[in-house]
């Protein structure tokens, strides 16, 4: 068995939290999954440049944030185009509630998917991963107005959004 240093330990205890904003920032979960292995890549490469004792999850999402803006970047310069994922429903699940709960869970992805960057990101943030505004505005090297107009419009176009589906 491997002994993992305190660094990798957090790094651990923080995954299932680092792909869900991977997921939130990329949407499809194949992109989330790769945004996640290459933020965590680039941490353990860097873990001298972490200062113990500051917060690991804010480091981790700004490093995450920013291989995704690279991601995006190179992605424009390669003028790729990407399919949406098909969405569905699985098949065979007896329990009505899991279905339906599948099913809402589909409607708040689309939702999130259908939201700019700048509002998922936020949103993401504060409302998925619990940072306070602040954290969330430092972050992103946002003034903390924009960080809340931001989230209100977020809210709002999700209620809108998921108002329909419903």
């Known amino acids: 068995m491997v002994d993992l240093t ?8 923080l995954l299932p939290r680092l792909r869900r904003f991977a ?5 499809d979960a ?4 790769d945004l996640c292995q290459v933020a965590l890549e680039k941490a353990l490469k860097a873990e001298a440049q972490w200062e113990p004792g500051t917060r690991l999850d804010s480091w981790m999402y700004r490093i995450m944030r ?4 690279d991601e995006v970047r190179a992605r424009r310069r390669r ?7 098909e969405e569905g ?3 065979g699940e007896a329990d009505d ?3 339906e709960a599948r099913v809402e869970l589909g409607n708040v992805d689309r939702a999130m998917a259908a939201l700019p960057p700048e509002q998922r990101e936020v949103i993401a943030l504060i409302l998925v991963e619990g940072l306070a505004y602040k954290e969330a505005a430092e972050l992103l090297d946002l003034p903390m107005g924009t960080v809340t107009s ?4 977020g809210r709002q176009a999700l209620m809108e959004m998921l108002g329909e589906a419903a």
């Open 6 to 13: 305190p660094f990798e330990r957090g790094l651990l205890d």
């Open 23 to 27: 997921r939130s920032l990329a949407i």
């Open 30 to 33: 194949a992109d989330a999954d």
């Open 66 to 69: 920013n291989c995704w803006i």
């Open 79 to 85: 003028s790729e185009t990407f399919v949406a994922e």
């Open 89 to 91: 429903v699985a098949v």
């Open 97 to 99: 509630r899991r279905i």
């Open 150 to 153: 931001r989230l209100v419009r």
